[in-house]
T-cell receptor, first 116, second 110 residues
Framework: DADVTQTPRNRITKTGKRIMLECSQTKGHDRMYWYRQDPGLGLRLIYYSFDVKDINKGEISDGYSVSRQAQAKFSLSLESAIPNQTALYFC???????????????FGPGTRLTVL | RKEVEQDPGPFNVPEGATVAFNCTYSNSASQSFFWYRQDCRKEPKLLMSVYSSGNEDGRFTAQLNRASQYISLLIRDSKLSDSATYLCVLTGGGADGLTFGKGTHLIIQP
């Protein structure tokens, strides 16, 4: 079984709809992240969480919200989807380790979202 | 200057050749450096970490030059399976997520 899973894997929705993307991990990591990837722009950080009570905005958080329901679960919501949120969304996890610094990240398989 | 810059390519290289990529970064406080590999429509996966002393993993060699603020990746005896996008990745001075370059697309030709 995959260590980091994302659901759904593909989603097509309409402008204005509320969408939730879910991420679960069995790696026991404390840190979780949401990124989006667009052609020519690379991966950009949306939100990240270092533990259940910790939520931080990333580079491009506008239009998104997150919830860390448990150490193993981190969901991303689009309250009112718009076409420029069409992208490939990745969840990732990492272990803070002794240094407390972000180290290797492990990515889920991605969710391809299309907003019409 | 952009945070992380990579030549997007594509680099078209014959099988068996040696190929090298560079990546420059602007944040001198960056602490950790990595090369990730991403296949088309797949998730990024860690290829190797990059250390100041340089490190080698089989056919792959990574180097970090802090003075000039760049990292490099060398692939020897390239295989068809090396075809992918290679992402230069680093951590900032704080304890947040990783900063990704846009990637260099490598195509190994038979």
């Amino acid at each position: 079984d995959a260590d980091v899973t994302q659901t759904p894997r593909n989603r097509i929705t309409k402008t204005g709809k509320r969408i939730m993307l879910e991420c679960s991990q069995t790696k026991g990591h404390d840190r979780m992240y949401w990124y989006r990837q667009d052609p020519g722009l690379g991966l950009r950080l949306i939100y990240y969480s270092f533990d259940v009570k910790d939520i931080n905005k990333g580079e491009i958080s506008d239009g998104y919200s997150v919830s860390r329901q448990a150490q193993a679960k981190f969901s991303l919501s689009l309250e009112s989807a718009i076409p420029n949120q069409t992208a490939l969304y990745f969840c990732a996890t990492s272990d803070s380790g002794d240094s407390g610094r972000t180290d290797t990240q492990y990515f889920g398989p991605g969710t391809r979202l299309t907003v019409l | 200057r952009k945070e992380v810059e990579q030549d997007p390519g594509p680099f078209n290289v014959p099988e068996g050749a040696t190929v090298a990529f560079n990546c420059t970064y602007s944040n001198s406080a960056s602490q950790s450096f990595f090369w990730y590999r991403q296949d088309c429509r797949k998730e990024p996966k860690l290829l190797m970490s990059v250390y100041s002393s340089g490190n080698e993993d089989g056919r792959f060699t990574a180097q970090l030059n802090r003075a000039s603020q760049y990292i490099s990746l060398l692939i020897r005896d390239s295989k068809l399976s090396d075809s992918a996008t290679y992402l230069c990745v680093l951590t900032g001075g704080g304890a947040d997520g990783l900063t990704f370059g846009k990637g260099t697309h490598l195509i190994i030709q038979p």
